[in-house]
C-alpha cells in the first residue's frame, strides 16, 4: 500500500447476509466515501462477453453494451432509486477504450449525493469475493474490505431471509471465505478482514481501523447507517446498529441443524475467533447434494422475487439474477 492518497477504489465482498450492506451505508455516512446503494455485479460478466479490451470505439458495440447494461439488477435497482445514467453522459466522461474508466465513471455517477470533491469512490458487491484478482488486476490500486459473519447465524439469516438451505449456505460459506482470504491474503495491505460481530460490539473502533486502512479520517456521522439499513431479517427498517443481532442460531436453529453446520465450514471456523458448539471434525456436503439443495434455492429465491416484486417484475427480475450468476 503506498503512501500517496488513496482515491479510490473499494470493493466490500464478503459472503451475502454478512453485513455487507451495513458497512457500506455506515461508510457512506463519511463525505469522504461514495459507494453505490446497489450492488454492480456486472463487472466480470460484462468483461467476459465484450473481451479484455473493450471494443467500444465501435459505436455499435458501445450501444450494444449500454443495452446490456440497462439490463442488469444494477441499473434496475438504481432506477428505483432515481439514477438514470444516459448512454451520452457516459461516452463523454468514460474513455471507450478503457474497462477502468467505464466502470468507474458508472460507480462514480450512482454515489449518494453530498460527497467531497476528491471522494473515495467505491462498490459493495458480496460476489465479487471470487473477483478479487480480476479486480486488482483492473485496479492495481484497489483496497479490499472483507465482511466475515458466523457461519452459524449466516446460514440462519438466509433461511429467514430468502428460504435458502441451511447446509447449501453454510457450503456457500466456506468456499466463499476460503477464497476471499486466500486471494485477499495476497494483497498485504490492500485487503482487510472485518468481523461483523466486532463491528456490533464497537462500531467506533472498527470505523476507525477501515479509515486507517482507506487513509481518510473518521467521522462520528459514521455510526449511524443514516438509512434503513436492512429490508430484511432481523434488522429489517432498522436505522440503528443492533449490538444483539449476533448468536441468535443458538435459540433459533436446533442441536442437529448447528453441528451439521459446524462440520461443513469446520476448516476454516477452526482458523476464526468461533467457537464450535457440537462439531469435532471437517464432513464436508457431497456434490449431490449440493446439486440437488441448488434446485431448491432457486425456486424459493423465484417465489421470493414474485412475492415482492408481482408476478412479471418478479420474473424479470430473476431472470437478471440468473443471468449474472450464469457469467
Not at 449440493?290 to 424459493?300: G, Q, T
Request: glycine share 6%; with cysteine.
Amino acid at each position: 500500500m503506498n503512501s500517496k492518497r488513496f482515491k479510490g477504489p473499494i470493493f466490500i465482498v464478503g459472503v451475502q447476509r454478512s453485513g455487507t450492506k451495513l458497512l457500506r451505508d455506515l461508510l457512506n455516512q463519511n463525505p469522504n466515501i461514495g459507494i453505490p446503494i446497489a450492488e454492480s455485479n456486472f463487472i466480470p460478466k460484462m468483461i467476459k462477453r465484450f473481451g479484455n479490451l473493450p471494443p467500444f470505439q465501435n459505436d455499435a458495440k458501445f450501444q450494444e453494451f449500454y443495452e446490456e447494461y440497462t439490463q442488469t439488477t444494477f441499473f434496475w435497482w438504481m432506477k428505483k432509486f432515481g439514477y438514470v445514467m444516459s448512454k451520452e453522459y457516459l461516452e463523454k466522461e468514460a474513455d471507450r477504450t478503457s474497462w477502468s474508466s467505464i466502470i468507474e465513471v458508472i460507480l462514480r455517477y450512482h454515489v449518494p449525493h453530498g460527497r467531497d470533491k476528491e471522494f473515495i469512490w467505491g462498490d459493495k458487491s458480496p460476489d465479487y469475493m471470487f473477483h478479487i484478482n480480476a479486480l486488482k488486476d483492473l485496479y492495481p490500486e484497489a483496497r479490499f474490505i472483507h465482511i466475515i459473519r458466523d457461519p452459524r447465524d449466516n446460514c440462519l439469516s438466509k433461511k429467514k431471509a430468502w428460504g435458502r438451505h441451511l447446509y447449501r449456505s453454510a457450503e456457500i460459506w466456506r468456499s466463499g471465505v476460503e477464497n476471499a482470504r486466500y486471494d485477499g491474503q495476497q494483497l498485504g495491505g490492500d485487503y482487510m478482514e472485518v468481523y461483523y460481530e466486532l463491528l456490533l460490539e464497537n462500531p467506533e473502533k472498527t470505523l476507525r481501523d477501515i479509515c486507517t486502512f482507506l487513509g481518510c479520517k473518521f467521522t462520528t456521522s459514521m455510526m449511524q447507517p443514516g438509512r434503513d439499513c436492512e429490508d430484511l431479517g432481523d434488522a429489517k427498517g432498522e436505522t440503528k446498529i443492533l449490538k444483539n443481532n449476533k448468536k441468535k442460531y443458538t435459540t433459533q436453529l436446533t442441536k442437529t441443524e448447528i453441528r451439521r453446520i459446524e462440520e461443513i465450514v469446520y476448516p476454516l471456523m477452526e482458523l476464526m475467533p468461533y467457537e464450535f458448539d457440537y462439531a469435532t471434525m471437517f464432513n464436508p456436503i457431497s456434490r449431490i447434494r449440493l446439486h440437488i439443495l441448488s434446485k431448491h434455492d432457486r425456486w424459493n429465491r423465484l417465489m421470493f422475487n414474485i412475492r415482492t416484486k408481482g408476478f412479471l417484475e418478479g420474473i424479470r427480475f430473476n431472470f437478471r439474477l440468473f443471468k449474472k450468476h450464469s457469467s
